[in-house]
């Protein structure tokens, strides 16, 4: 059914942004329709099932560094992103090479309950 809509809409001649819209309501199904939510609202759970980027959970399934299992916010995990060629450059060269520390939290995604290692060996 779905791809009816994306080929009627395609040859219609508003196809590109159609199949924007249908995309995103993709992704927003699939995110909403694997994961549960947590009191505030996030999605938790294993980012195995994810398609893509967009359709992780805000809170990813991790083991910390002493084998607590948790979750870690999507956003801790992406990171601050370089605004330019040479940020990029001295955000890697700054990198220590033992890796850093995010927390890793209870579902609830506020409870800290340990840390995991991102980067190092």
């Known amino acids: 059914m779905i791809f009816a809509v994306f080929m009627i809409s395609v040859s219609s001649g508003s196809g590109l942004s159609q199949y924007t819209n249908v995309k995103n309501a993709l992704n927003q199904f699939h995110i909403t329709s694997l994961y549960p939510k947590n ?57 220590s090479p033992e890796g850093h520390d995010i927390p890793l939290y209870d579902k609830d995604g506020e409870t800290v309950i340990g840390v995991f290692r991102v980067g190092g060996e």
């Open 39 to 95: 009191k505030n609202g996030q999605t938790y759970g294993s980012a195995a099932y994810a398609t893509s980027p967009e359709t992780e959970p805000d809170l990813i399934l991790a083991t910390g560094v002493d084998g607590t299992e948790g979750y870690l916010l999507r956003k801790d995990m992406e990171g601050e992103l370089p605004k330019t060629p040479e940020e990029a450059i001295a955000m890697q060269n700054s990198r």
